[in-house]
């Protein structure tokens, strides 16, 4: 097979650079999708702990169920028939609202991560069948470069300013103020603002190092 002409070249190398730092941002979004986020996240020093009396122990069992319903095939009674000790509902009727809405964001976000890597994939395939594997090797590296300044603006962004950025991420996602709770409502106590602040953070730093090791690959194969 020939090599793709210059034009084709450049748009083809564009569209990969292009989507490198969305199917990175994707999988540290999926990488966060884990048990074990949870479990490293509760014991991070400075974590708060529940002004309402649940235990780290009961926290810990609670907040991985949640997290599989977002990743399961279950309906929401996988979450409305959960009850605490005392036979009242762990999740309130707006928390399971609002927890079908984050469901149906998390299967589109995983659609969409899915594809992209089936795209690069298929464009990587493509490239070493037209001999232009070094030219799609260096837009993976640009697309690297592109991901680190995007991250290391939101980054920034989280230091200064993350409740705003919070705010603007649901008003985005979500209708109306169907994502605002009371602190004493289950989805509070266990994923408190500096659980979603820490979440902002592992993003970014999981993507960056994506990036890095795009970088350090494509060079180490040029050399």
């Known amino acids: 097979m020939k090599a793709p002409g210059s034009a084709a070249q ?18 540290s979004v999926r990488l966060l999708l884990t048990p074990a986020f949870v479990a490293v996240e509760y014991r991070l020093p400075g974590f708060p702990e529940d ?11 609670y907040a991985p ?36 809405d984050v469901k149906v964001l998390t299967e589109q976000v ?20 037209a001999d232009w594997l070094s030219g799609y090797r260096r837009m993976l590296m640009r697309g690297g470069q592109i991901t680190a300044g ?14 705003q950025l919070f705010v603007a991420f ?4 979500f209708e109306s103020d169907t994502w605002l709770f009371l602190f004493s ?5 266990l994923f408190p603002l500096r659980f979603w602040q820490d979440v902002f953070i592992a993003l970014g730093l999981f993507t960056l190092l994506g990036a890095g090791l795009l970088w350090w690959q494509g060079r180490r194969l040029d050399t």
């Open 10 to 27: 450049r748009i083809i190398g564009w569209l990969v650079a292009i989507l490198v730092p969305a199917a990175l941002l994707l999988t």
């Open 51 to 61: 002004s309402y009396g649940m235990t780290f122990e009961r926290r810990l069992e």
């Open 65 to 100: 169920i949640a997290l599989d319903y977002l990743l399961n095939d279950e309906g929401i009674d996988f979450l409305g028939d959960l009850r605490f000790a005392d036979g009242s509902p762990l999740f309130n009727a707006r928390e399971l609202s609002h927890m079908v």
């Open 110 to 129: 995983l659609a969409v991560w899915y594809g992209l890597l089936v795209l690069l994939i298929g464009l990587g395939l493509w490239a070493w069948r």
């Open 150 to 163: 995007l991250i290391l603006v939101l980054l920034l962004y989280v230091a200064l300013s993350f409740q």
């Open 170 to 173: 649901h008003r985005i996602f």
């Open 185 to 189: 409502d289950t989805l509070i106590r």
